[in-house]
């Protein structure tokens, strides 16, 4: 499976964002997937997760809320919807496939890997 992140940019505080994730293959409509993100010399961290059908979603606690990711299986598409953004929400933005069929926040369990796209929040 390849990924294929898009949709990051520059943007003022409070603005919205929507990134899209793309799947080379239609076996991903049977994986898990998720967004996670990574700022400049910090680690990657989960964002949100979405389970195969769709029906379990998993946010981390600082994107509540604000952020709500959503899949098309027919269209092998994975999105995050982000509104309300702050500074603190600059950062490059992952988006994975999962081993599995589920939801999880462990970036241990997702093993494919897009090239990330880049969100820049200015205040």
């Known amino acids: 499976v390849q990924l294929q992140a898009s949709g990051g940019g520059l943007v003022q505080a409070g603005d919205s964002l929507r990134l899209s994730c793309s799947a080379s293959?239609?076996?991903?409509?049977?994986?898990?997937m998720a967004w996670f993100r990574q700022a400049p010399g910090k680690e990657r961290l989960f964002v949100a997760g979405?389970?195969?059908?769709?029906?379990?979603?998993k946010y981390a606690d600082f994107v509540k809320g604000r952020f709500t990711i959503s899949r098309d299986n027919a269209g092998n598409t994975v999105y995050l919807q982000m509104n309300s953004l702050t500074p603190e929400d600059t950062a490059v933005f992952y988006c994975?496939?999962?081993?599995?069929?589920?939801?999880?926040?462990?970036?241990?369990?997702?093993?494919?890997w897009g090239q990330g796209t880049q969100v820049t929040v200015s205040s």
């Open positions: 994975a496939a999962a081993r599995s069929s589920f939801a999880s926040m462990d970036k241990a369990m997702y093993n494919y």
């Open positions: 293959r239609r076996t991903a409509s049977n994986n898990g």
């Open positions: 979405i389970s195969w059908r769709g029906g379990d979603k």
